[in-house]
């Protein structure tokens, strides 16, 4: 069965530190992997996917299938950057999303 | 339009109640998901259409719960005698293309149902 699990409901950092949004899956295949971002009144929008393995907004996401792993990653935090995150997954060369729970980031000033 | 468009925004159904929620995707745009979302969760998967096909719909709960795209583009998901449980967000999607590594899903800003 397809599985994403990230663990932190919440996580709350000051303005300027380093962020990391951890994401573990679980899925026979070769999967997708995707990081969707909500922020407050706004609708739910692709961050970015593994396969382009591009920055979006200073944030990067390496797939680490030893681990099964698609942590979130960006060195220094903005106030922006405060919003709910869904790390997902799909089958290769699927569409149907596979969700976790969210994390909440919060950046303090 | 810009973007995926749902109404009703907000729905109070009493339960027992039928509702229908509407979704205007992208124009042009292939694929077509509904999700739902309770609070706390992340969106879980309902169903899809390629046009107005229905290929899935593995993830509808119950057979209250009836989506259908007949034109391939304006999508409806109604849900039958509405249950506290079916409270939650409605979110629909869409996508260019049906499948592929250049294929984007765009989402909708949900339709919130509270049955009371």
């Known amino acids: 069965a397809q599985r994403v699990t990230q663990p932190e409901k919440l996580l709350s950092v000051f303005k300027g530190a380093p962020v990391e949004l951890k994401c573990n899956y679980s899925?026979?295949?070769?999967?997708?992997l995707f990081w969707y971002v909500q922020y407050s009144r706004q609708r739910l929008q692709l961050l970015l996917r593994?396969?382009s393995r591009e920055s979006i907004k200073g944030f990067t996401a390496d797939l680490n299938k030893g681990e099964t792993s698609f942590h979130l990653k960006k060195p220094f935090a903005q106030e922006e950057d405060s919003a709910m995150y869904y790390c997902?997954?799909?089958?290769?060369?699927?569409?149907?999303?596979?969700f976790g729970a969210g994390t909440i980031l919060r950046v303090k000033s | 339009g810009a973007g995926v468009s749902q109404s009703p925004r907000y729905k109070v159904a009493k339960r027992g109640q039928d509702v229908a929620l509407r979704c205007d995707p992208i124009?042009?745009?292939?694929?077509l998901f509904w999700y739902q979302q309770a609070l706390g969760q992340g969106p879980e998967f309902l169903t899809y259409?390629?046009?107005?096909?229905?290929?899935?719909k593995s993830g509808l709960p119950s057979d209250r719960f009836f989506a259908e795209r007949p034109e391939g583009s304006v999508s409806t998901l109604k849900i039958q005698r509405t249950q506290q449980e079916d409270s939650a967000v409605y979110l629909c999607?869409?996508?260019?293309?049906?499948?592929?590594?250049?294929?984007?899903?765009?989402f909708g800003e949900g339709s919130w149902l509270t049955v009371v």
């Open positions: 999607a869409s996508s260019r293309l049906i499948q592929g590594a250049g294929n984007t899903i765009y």
């Open positions: 899925y026979s295949g070769s999967p997708e």
């Open positions: 124009s042009g745009h292939v694929s």
């Open positions: 997902a997954l799909s089958r290769e060369y699927g569409n149907k999303l596979v």
């Open positions: 593994h396969i």
């Open positions: 259409f390629q046009n107005e096909a229905q290929l899935d």
